[in-house]
């Protein structure tokens, strides 16, 4: 039999997941997917074999093939001098061709690797390769209520990009938020449970696949308004009010911390010099009109951030179709570096009314993305607010002037009168979810 030669040049990746949770595969171990077209050749199966010094004995793995593709999965340990011989067997059992090399692997990127197997008699050579695996999950929920039900699809790919038509498991990082079933090779229906954040994760050969999970603490039965993921201005529904605040006041930027929608959010800028009472920008959106609105976004300010000396430093702001006045704010109040709170306040034709917080009063953390939500409901005389899934303050008994929520806005003024920025300080924002009673 001929030895055989193989030529080097492909991905041995190890799917970096996140530190928590089920969708590690054990420290110092690679997950590779093997891929070799055979049509052609009398091959029916491809034998690896992986040895080293420090590995034993051999790990063996047979590599089946379906419609003139071999794809397979071989999970080994990290290491040096890791020998990968591979052998091919026609129908009845003879070996038809073989190759092999040696190569380091690293629990993470390791180069691209194509091994020639050469033929013993006769055919033509295969070239298998050998790469990473990922998975992804679509799409990401994000405005679900308890009781409903959305499907996830997962994808996996291997290391060329071609679809792997194998199953996923599915889990969840919390349960008692959403819990997740299997309806199909690669599909699985969520069923929200109880606001708050999680991860549904798809797995397939020790990689996962992650989508987050955001049950919100709007009313059941509440119609969508709006759902923006920030990766543009003046789109999605939302308007810019001053047409030179682009740019300079706001921006779109990229963020990989964005917890919901990376890497686009918005940034508004507030340069040394930004005087008391202004805003960057403002974003705003307008709608027929809902007796009801409940709003949740992720929301960021920069660390440090200077406090206006009014404790007033706006975040987003509500209107609705009182022909007075009717203005209804959610802010972070404090002023100097803190410690900053929640505060929502109501400017109708009434004296304005400063709700405070009475349910956790635990402070805003800087420089760290919140997920902030609101519920107005002039139907019962209620306010609601949460930081975090927290609730952070409830009243009874609120006045409201109008009949109609029918504008939102993200207005993050700064301040009241007097005062100005000696610091350069910034906000960002990550997907708004907007909901309204029938």
């Known amino acids: 039999m001929r030895r055989a030669s193989a030529a080097i040049a492909l991905l041995l990746a190890l799917n970096a997941c996140q530190e928590s949770g089920p969708t590690a595969p054990p420290e110092g171990v690679a997950t590779l997917v093997v891929r070799a077209a055979v049509s052609g050749t009398a091959i029916a199966t491809i034998v690896v074999a992986v040895t080293a010094p420090d590995i034993a004995a051999a790990l063996v793995f047979d590599i089946p093939i379906t419609n003139g593709v071999a794809t397979g999965v071989l999970t080994v340990p990290a290491g040096s001098a890791r020998t990968i011989a591979m052998s091919a067997y026609d129908a009845g059992g003879v070996e038809t061709h073989s190759g092999s090399a040696t190569v380091n692997i690293q629990p993470a990127t390791n180069p691209t690797l194509s091994i020639v197997l050469t033929p013993l008699a006769g055919s033509v050579p295969v070239t298998v390769t050998l790469g990473s695996i990922t998975v992804t999950v679509a799409p990401a929920l994000t405005g679900l209520t308890a009781g409903d039900t959305a499907t996830l699809t997962a994808t996996i790919l291997d290391s060329v990009g071609g679809p792997i038509a194998d199953s996923v498991t599915w889990a969840t990082l919390s349960p008692s938020h959403a819990t997740v079933v299997s309806t199909g090779p690669r599909t699985g229906r969520v069923t929200a449970r109880s606001p708050g954040q999680t991860v549904v994760v798809a797995m397939y050969a020790g990689v996962a696949g992650p989508a987050s999970i955001i049950v919100t603490n709007a009313p059941t039965g509440w119609g969508v308004i709006n759902d923006y993921d920030m990766h543009a201005i003046n789109d999605g529904g939302w308007n810019n009010a001053y047409a030179s605040d682009i740019d300079t006041g706001i921006s779109v930027i990229s963020d990989a ?112 993305w919140h997920f902030c939500e609101i519920v107005f409901q002039r139907s019962n005389g209620t306010v609601r607010w949460w930081l975090d899934g927290k609730l952070k303050g409830s009243y009874s008994g609120v006045h409201y002037g109008g009949t109609q929520f029918v504008q939102a806005e993200v207005y993050p003024g700064w301040g009241g009168t007097d005062d100005t920025k000696t610091e350069n300080d910034f906000y960002w924002f990550d997907h708004v979810h907007i909901a309204g009673s029938p």
């Open 257 to 368: 911390t964005a917890p919901l929608s990376p890497p686009a959010v918005w940034q508004f800028s507030y340069p040394i010099g930004t005087g008391g009472g202004t805003a960057p920008a403002t974003e705003y959106l307008t709608w027929a009109g809902s007796t009801d609105v409940y709003f949740g976004f992720w929301w960021k300010a920069s660390n440090p951030w200077q406090g206006h000396s009014s404790d007033v430093n706006k975040i987003v702001e509500f209107f609705d179709n009182n022909a007075f006045f009717g203005s209804y704010f959610y802010k972070m109040v404090g002023s100097g570096s803190g410690p900053f709170r929640t505060q929502v306040t109501i400017e109708s034709d009434v004296p304005t009314i400063n709700y405070n917080e009475n349910q956790d009063q635990t402070p805003i953390t800087l420089g760290v």
